[in-house]
């Protein structure tokens, strides 16, 4: 997750006119998380105090976008879900585990994939399959998913990356599955900003959406994160609810 406001910066091996996507490097963003403790305060980039809002805030949306799936029920537990980016659980253990039946997690940091599956969840959550791979390696099965949660994750991915990421999950869903993108966005004149601490991109709307598009995806709901402490001088969080284009 990067929360904090980030620099836009060039690497030397890489042309000033080239896109912020050019620069990303996974392991790059490895490193830098595997650095980081196994806390959701480390999970947070130093921000454990916008864990409870931001939970809310999930639960909120999501309640939203079933209501606009035919066919899925608006209340109750969805059979599978899946955290992209899961980290030690902690959106497994607070939402997701109360939202789906069984919960997947695929997260690329050793230590913290280790830690989720070491870990005493609550009681009503079931964790199933614990992978330990980046989301740009990660390939579900054909339906396999009623909900794909993808938090603070795909920053690490290029664009082309991202498409085909979102390609995966598209035919990842059940008939009535949902996935929600919640991520960071740029509101720079210069758009797409690259940090070089972690190797990430943080995208504009605008781009996201032309992604989103790119790989058949349907916008169905967006919506901003409201309630953070306005001190911290976050960057913008949003959330993308998606199903295939028909």
């Known amino acids: 997750m990067s929360t904090e406001p980030v620099n836009l910066t060039q690497s030397d091996s890489v042309p000033p006119n080239a896109p912020a996507d050019a620069q990303i490097d996974q392991s790059i963003a490895v490193k830098y998380w595997s650095d980081k403790p196994a806390t959701v305060n480390g999970m947070l980039g130093g921000y454990a105090q916008v864990s409870r809002t931001d939970l809310q805030g999930s639960k909120k949306f999501l309640s939203k976008a079933r209501r606009l799936v035919p066919g899925c029920p608006a209340t109750g537990r969805l059979k599978r879900g899946v955290d992209c980016g899961a980290g030690i659980g902690r959106v497994i253990n607070d939402f997701l585990g109360q939202v789906c039946e069984v919960v997947d997690a695929v997260e690329p940091v050793e230590k ?3 830690a989720l599956s070491e870990r005493q969840l609550t009681k ?15 390939v ?35 008939d009535t599955g949902v996935m929600v993108i919640k991520e960071n966005v740029s509101e720079e004149p210069e758009g797409d900003i690259y940090d070089d601490s972690e190797s990430s991109v943080t995208r504009t709307d605008e781009k996201l959406r032309k992604l989103f598009k790119q790989a058949g995806m349907h916008l169905i709901l967006s919506e901003e994160q409201t309630g953070f402490p306005k001190q911290l001088r976050l960057l913008p969080v949003w959330s993308y609810a998606l199903r295939p284009k028909c």
Do not use: H
Request: glycine share 8%.
């Open 112 to 114: 913290f994939s280790r």
């Open 140 to 174: 579900p099965g054909v339906k396999e998913y009623d909900l794909i949660w993808a938090q603070w994750s795909v920053v690490y991915l290029t664009d082309a990356q991202l498409v085909e990421y979102l390609v995966r999950c598209r035919g990842a869903l059940t």
């Open 124 to 138: 009503n959550c079931v964790l199933g399959k614990v992978l330990t791979m980046g989301i740009e390696d990660w």
